[in-house]
């Protein structure tokens, strides 16, 4: 049976647990790594962030917190299990491999003198170390070749890997029940805590207890808390007709709509076709979380809010892409800004990829609609550090900038939205039009990941008769497969998803997959000490405020054909994100970064890429920047750069692996100049240069594009597949190209739109059958 009421309630008055980190490991690992890899890699963890005597010169040093931080490595148990865990979980099987083999050549002599040179040469015998029995400046600077490595770049791929999975454990993982990480102090972080959310004290709570349903309990069914034998009352209970001719190992669910997917196509579509008066069951592979259940800590919240933790990467390992999988999909870790689509994009949608939907009124009105049910708002009564900055710098400099609408109240000031919203403010689907399909019947099923659609060759053309289900939870209680049927299957996975689906089911449009964009960013950093001049700037930290609050367009010049060039803001960007995104040039250099860390800004610029790539399975993604996109990043990263100096930065730099960077104080306009001069967006790190940088991108659109016909893309206008009548894609695969902007807007609107012509043509379907 399922889990009891009482311990339902129980579990969400203690938050989620599994978005609790601390306490120590419980299950034993099993990353299979062996006794002597494990040494290798704890060596080269404890390179990476060595124990180190204090520096005498730091301002804190007198501080234990800081001492102790000096004093720390990364060798030190459990972060070397920890990393090979996550490496075992996360990593592509070829990727996976190399570290393997990489760890066994240093666990010998022969292979470490291959790999490290003469710099693991001892005058004692015998003469040659093992990678863990060298000093650990040897191994810094073998890390540091490594890593700028240009002729056999298998050892630039091992230091990535090591060095991402190393930073990010080191600076997420907590270590008590407290869920604290001991170095947080040290480097000024300090993640909104339950208490920060308690304005009263037990004896008030006893007599006035917080709620414990939940917006979306009347329709909500999840697997993970149900067996084979309860599942199937549960869902009888919410209205669903379950068969009882079903196969044994199979349970078979009749409905109107089948939508694969709760984010912002799948919650729209939801909504609209419920209120048609259509039985609709929504299939998410994700959790469903509540406000109560966020906790803002990194990694436990990275690892269930977002698709494979937030470690898909494309081919190449330039790029980390962040999409989320939970109830409410990216609306409910992205950060809240809302932009409407471009008129001239809407422009060339409608006439360069022959889509009349763009320009009509009805797309207008839908955007409207949007914004109305989302509570859009234009703007906030207190912006927090990075985006004054962005603020500050653009004015200084005569720049436009403007601000940027938000699903939220305007007094929202939450940094964390990436984990969840925490204060409820927020407005993604799960809040929103997940609530009004539910009001109108609709069901939700999570835990549950679909594997096929269910296809027939009717008449000579492929239907769609729904989708095979089966439970994505981590210990499943539910061994059979889910068989949901209905007249009208919609995929909502997403871009990196729905073509997995489609092609899964053997759909063989040459789109599928196809025409990925991802608005590629490059970041730039400026550092604000807390002592600057500046009145506005002297308080708060980078991880405080609205993640994005204003943006600064970087306009085209003539006869470019885009609406701008670049757009810049600011980011959410994590303690352990910062780890692993910041440039390593040594132990040392990597510490004193961190430790800067909350006066830290950043400013990303990113393009409407005309280069695309293609998914080719779940973890296979490929994706290839056009050079006129690459120079376009470039204007909007010496953009970001200026304003960062212009807005009184003491340094200024960006993610390029030799940790490019200036020093502003002193420094004359002329050296800035010659400094922006050298400034280039590098490749990834199959670059032949030695430098090369590391991105995350958030947006992904395009991989199932609308077509007019069935040689410009995998769907017709409608969104309905050509190759198979009643599927449909309600996602952003169906964007014909990249918007430009952040995309949230223009993809509820789409969903939004196509949902309300297949309830028309549902309504049709039953007229004529009367």
């Keep these: 049976m399922g889990v009891g009421e009482e311990d339902k309630k129980k579990q969400r008055r203690q938050g989620h647990p599994l978005l609790r980190g601390g306490g120590a490991r419980k299950e034993p690992y099993t990353h299979g790594f062996s006794a002597t890899q494990m040494l290798s890699l704890a060596a080269a963890c404890g390179a990476l962030v060595p124990s180190l005597p204090p520096d005498g010169d730091h301002p804190a040093a007198d501080s234990k917190a800081v001492r102790d931080f000096f004093l720390a490595s990364a060798a030190d148990p459990p972060v070397p299990d920890e990393v090979a865990q996550l490496m075992s979980a996360m990593c592509l099987r070829e990727a996976l491999a190399l570290v393997r083999t990489v760890l066994w050549l240093l666990g010998t002599r022969l292979g470490t003198l291959a790999l490290c040179g003469a710099r693991c040469l001892s005058p004692r015998f015998p003469f040659v170390r093992r990678f863990a029995e060298m000093p650990v400046e040897r191994r810094e600077d073998a890390l ?198 471009p008129e001239g ?39 927090g550090l990075q985006n004054k900055v962005l603020r500050r710098g653009c004015e200084k400099l005569g720049y436009k900038v403007e601000a940027v609408s938000r699903n939220s109240s305007e007094g929202h000031y939450c940094g964390t939205c990436g984990y969840g919203c925490r204060t409820g403010d927020k407005r993604g689907t799960d809040t929103t039009w997940l609530v009004d399909a539910v009001a109108r019947g609709a069901v939700i099923l999570t835990g549950c990941k679909a594997e096929k659609l269910l296809l027939s060759d009717a008449r000579g053309k492929k239907r769609c008769l729904g989708v095979v289900v089966a439970t994505s939870c981590a210990d499943p209680g539910i061994t059979r497969k889910l068989e949901v049927r209905a007249n009208v299957t919609v995929s909502a996975c997403g871009s990196l998803l729905t073509p997995v689906l489609l092609r899964g089911s053997g759909l063989k449009n040459p789109h599928i997959g196809k025409n990925l964009h991802l608005h590629p960013i490059a970041m730039a950093w400026g550092y604000f000490p807390p002592d600057t001049p500046i009145p506005d700037l002297q308080k708060g930290k980078m991880y405080e405020g609205g993640i994005i609050t204003s943006l600064h367009k970087v306009e085209a010049g003539d006869g470019d054909g885009l609406p701008h060039r670049a757009i810049l803001e600011t980011p959410l960007m994590g303690v352990a994100a910062a780890g692993t995104q910041f440039p390593w040039v040594s132990g040392r250099d990597m510490k004193e970064r961190m430790l800067k860390y909350g006066r830290t800004v950043h400013i990303f610029s990113l393009v409407r890429d005309r280069g695309s790539g293609t998914v080719h399975d779940e973890r296979r993604i490929a994706y290839h920047m056009d050079p006129e996109d690459r120079e376009n990043q470039r204007e909007g990263l010496r953009r970001a750069l200026r304003v960062l100096a212009a807005a009184g930065a003491t340094e200024i730099g960006t993610h390029r692996s030799d940790g490019q960077r200036l020093r502003c104080e002193g420094a004359s306009e002329k050296a800035l100049e010659e400094f922006l001069d050298g400034v280039t967006v590098v490749r990834g790190p199959q670059s032949k240069s030695e430098a090369w940088s590391l991105c995350c991108t958030a947006h992904q659109m395009g991989s199932c594009r609308m077509g007019a016909t069935a040689a410009d893309g995998a769907v017709d206008a409608r969104g309905e597949s050509w190759e198979a009548e009643r599927l449909y894609v309600c996602d952003g695969s169906v964007l014909p190209s990249a918007v430009g902007v952040n995309p949230m807007i223009t993809i509820q609107s789409v969903a939004y739109c196509l949902a309300a012509g297949i309830a028309e043509q549902l309504k049709r379907d039953l007229s004529s059958d009367e």
């Excluded at 939801?270 to 299939?283: N, T, Y």
């Excluded at 790029?319 to 689509?341: D, E, M, P, Q, R």
């Design 345 to 383: 994009v809407r422009g060339e949608w409608a006439g360069a990829h022959g889509i009349p939907l763009f320009a009509s009124p009805e797309y207008t009105a839908a955007m409207d609609a949007v914004f109305e049910r989302l509570g859009v708002t234009p703007g906030c009564h207190e912006e």
């Design 144 to 341: 540091r070749r490594w890593s700028r490595e240009t002729l056999f770049p298998p050892l630039r791929l091992f230091f990535i890997l090591v060095k991402v999975f190393c930073l990010y454990v080191f600076y997420s993982w907590q270590t008590d029940d407290n869920s604290e990480n001991p170095h947080w102090q040290a480097i000024g972080y300090s993640p909104p805590t339950d208490d920060d959310d308690d304005d009263v004290d037990d004896s008030t709570e006893e007599e006035q207890p917080k709620p414990t349903k939940r917006p979306l309990d009347d329709g909500v069914v999840e697997t993970i808390h149900h067996t084979d034998a309860s599942l199937a009352a549960a869902l009888a209970e919410k209205g669903l007709t379950v068969a009882d001719d079903s196969p044994r190992d199979v349970c078979r669910i009749e409905c109107d709509v089948v939508i694969v997917g709760s984010g912002c196509g799948g919650g729209v579509a939801a909504a609209v076709l419920a209120g048609a008066g259509h039985k609709v069951v929504v299939v998410e592979k994700g959790s469903y979380f509540t406000a109560r259940d966020y906790t803002s800590l990194e990694g436990p919240s990275m690892n269930q809010l977002y698709e494979r933790g937030g470690f898909v990467s494309t081919l190449s390992g330039s790029a980390l892409l962040l999409a989320g999988s939970t109830v409410g999909g990216g609306s409910a870790v992205n950060w809240s800004a809302c932009i409407k689509t």
